[in-house]
Nanobody, 122 residues
């Protein structure tokens, strides 16, 4: 699976941004997917995950109620809708394909996109 995240940019606090993840490979529709982020000087942090069918989603407490993950298996695509963004949401955002284990840790994901920068100004 090859993944590419895009859609990042500069947004004001309180605004919205939509990130997308394009996937290639036949296993996309059979894999849970996740979003992680990494701020300067910090480790990679779980943002959210979605099961292979899209039937269940999971979010970090810091983004719950503000961010929404969706996927379209027919298009091999996943999205992260970010609303009411805050300066602390500033980070590089990565999409990843789940391999095994907990949804909440990076080591459970086998394939990663290159990341897209999100900067939230106050």
């Amino acid at each position: 699976v090859q993944l590419q995240a895009y859609g990042g940019g500069l947004v004001r606090a309180g605004g919205s941004l939509r990130l997308s993840c394009a996937a290639s490979g036949r296993t996309f529709s059979r894999s849970a997917m996740g979003w992680f982020r990494q701020a300067p000087g910090k480790g990679r942090e779980f943002v959210g995950a979605i099961t292979w069918s899209g039937g269940s989603t999971y979010y970090a407490d810091s983004v719950k109620g503000r961010f929404t993950i969706s996927r379209d298996n027919a298009k091999n695509a996943m999205s992260l809708q970010m609303n009411s963004v805050k300066p602390e949401d500033t980070a590089i955002y990565y999409c990843a394909s789940h391999q095994d284990g907990s949804f909440f840790v990076p080591s459970s994901y086998g394939y990663w996109g290159q990341g897209t920068q999100v900067t939230v100004s106050s």
